[in-house]
Every structure is written in structure tokens, then in C-alpha cells.
């Protein structure tokens, strides 16, 4: 486990931008999990403006490691985020971007999204090999939509499964562990006070931490890296 620690939501942004242009740069064409929450936020407004120009975004495929299960337009919509702070800014080709049918029935569209990501990447095992999946964590350790409650969709057999918010129930489409893990790179980016303590208990692998399916995440045969700023890493030795 590498860990990356910046001063700022934005210095962790640019650093995970700097590692994600690097591997552009050594790859060429790149497969990309995309995720949710507020430093993924910072990150594609970053993107859209200071490395805009940094890649040629026709080699670049973007897949989303989770989706709450609203339509396109809706407010809640990980993929409408990513249209507003990215998508919409830089020149890449609709057909690299692979977003999760939100509006549909969540099992049918867990289906047909897993078969899609099968179909189109290589496998390795039997699981399908993301280049680079981001990854945030909730206050609860959650991870994707990888709940506590729920931590079984990380053995799960699928590509996608179907998870339920533990409090508002909404329903989300979510890549599992098996697939997370099969990935050349796991990057988590995670900000902010209110994670400090979930990590440092993931970090020197506490007994609590078996309850975090953010603890549970760690590629088979990829890297895992942990893009965190100061207040998150404010408990680590
Ligand atoms: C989502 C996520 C989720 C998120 C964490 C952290 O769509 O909700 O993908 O796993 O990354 O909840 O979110 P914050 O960075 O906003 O704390």
C-alpha cells in the first residue's frame, strides 16, 4: 500500500492527475473507473482546466465503479457530475464513455453493465482489468457502494451488483470486489478530518478494520495507492 499524503484537496487532486497523465504517457490507451464524492469533484475540474490540454482524451475510456440509481439529469447522478465538471469541457469521444444506466431497473442494469465491462476489457482469472479504478471511502468505511451492511458484494461472483444506501435505501449499481481488486491500480482519494480515524485503523490493519470494506480492497497483482491530504492523515505515525 503506497500512501501519497498532500496538504490540500487539491494537492491530493493533482497528484492523482499527475500518476493518471504518467500512466497515460506509459500506456497509451487507458480504462478508467470513475467514482463519486467530493475530492473525485475537485479532481475533474482540475482535469477540465490545468490538464486539459495533457491528454489526448480519445485514448481514454471512462467506466464508473459506482452509480446511485437516478437518471442522468438528476442532482444525485454521478455520471451528470462528471458531465458537469469534465465531460462537458474537453473533447472526448461519446463512445468512450461507458456511463451506467441509472434510469433503468437497478438488477437488469447491473446485468447488462457487467456484461458490457466483460465484453470490452481484458480479463485476467476471470475478472474483467480495469487500468486505474478511483476509489473513495465513506465515513463508515464504505467503498464504491460497498456498505457495511452489505460487505458480501466484496466475494460476489458478478462484474456489477445492485447495493442499497443503509440509510435512505437508495438503490446503486456497483463494481465488486473481485473486480476492484483485479485492477493494475486501486487509487483511493480521500480529504478531509472526518476520515482520519477509518484510515488510520485501516492503515496499521486494527481488528475494526475487518468491518470496512475499504480495508477489504487490495489488488491481486496491481498497485494500491491511498491519495489522502494532511487532516485525513493526522492519526498516522
Ligand atoms: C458515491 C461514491 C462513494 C464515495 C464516498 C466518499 O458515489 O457516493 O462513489 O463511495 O466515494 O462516499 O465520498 P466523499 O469523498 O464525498 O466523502
Redesign the pocket.
Known amino acids: 500500500m503506497d500512501i501519497n499524503i498532500t496538504s490540500t484537496p487539491l494537492e491530493t487532486a493533482r497528484a492523482f492527475a499527475d500518476y493518471m497523465l504518467a500512466q497515460h504517457q506509459q500506456n497509451g490507451q487507458l480504462n478508467i473507473a470513475l467514482?463519486?464524492?467530493?475530492?473525485?469533484?475537485i479532481l475533474f475540474d482540475l482535469l477540465a482546466s490545468e490538464y486539459k490540454e495533457s491528454f489526448n482524451w480519445s485514448d481514454i475510456h471512462f467506466y464508473w465503479?459506482?452509480?446511485?440509481c437516478v437518471p442522468p439529469s438528476d442532482s444525485e447522478s454521478?455520471y451528470k457530475m462528471t458531465v458537469d465538471h469534465l465531460l462537458s469541457k474537453i473533447d472526448m469521444p461519446e463512445q468512450n464513455i461507458h456511463r451506467v444506466l441509472g434510469e433503468e431497473e437497478p438488477a437488469e442494469e447491473a446485468q447488462r453493465y457487467g456484461q458490457l465491462i466483460e465484453a470490452n476489457l481484458p480479463s485476467e482469472n476471470g475478472n474483467p482489468v480495469f487500468d486505474i479504478i478511483i476509489?473513495?471511502?465513506?465515513?463508515d468505511g464504505?467503498?464504491?457502494?460497498i456498505f457495511p451492511h452489505e460487505i458480501e458484494l466484496l466475494d460476489s461472483t458478478k462484474t456489477c451488483e445492485v447495493a442499497n444506501h443503509p440509510e435512505s435505501g437508495q438503490k446503486?449499481v456497483t463494481l465488486t470486489g473481485p473486480v476492484i481488486n483485479a485492477a493494475k491500480a486501486v487509487c483511493f482519494?480521500?480529504?478531509?478530518e472526518?476520515?482520519k480515524e477509518k484510515i488510520k485503523q485501516i492503515v496499521d490493519a486494527e481488528d475494526v478494520a475487518q468491518n470496512y470494506p475499504a480495508f477489504h480492497i487490495n489488488p491481486v497483482n496491481g498497485e494500491l495507492i491511498w491519495f489522502i491530504d494532511e487532516p485525513a492523515a493526522s492519526l498516522l505515525a
Open positions: 467514482s463519486g464524492g467530493s475530492t473525485p469533484k465503479g459506482d452509480e446511485r454521478n476509489l473513495g471511502m465513506g465515513t464504505h467503498t464504491a457502494s446503486r482519494l480521500v480529504t478531509g472526518s476520515k
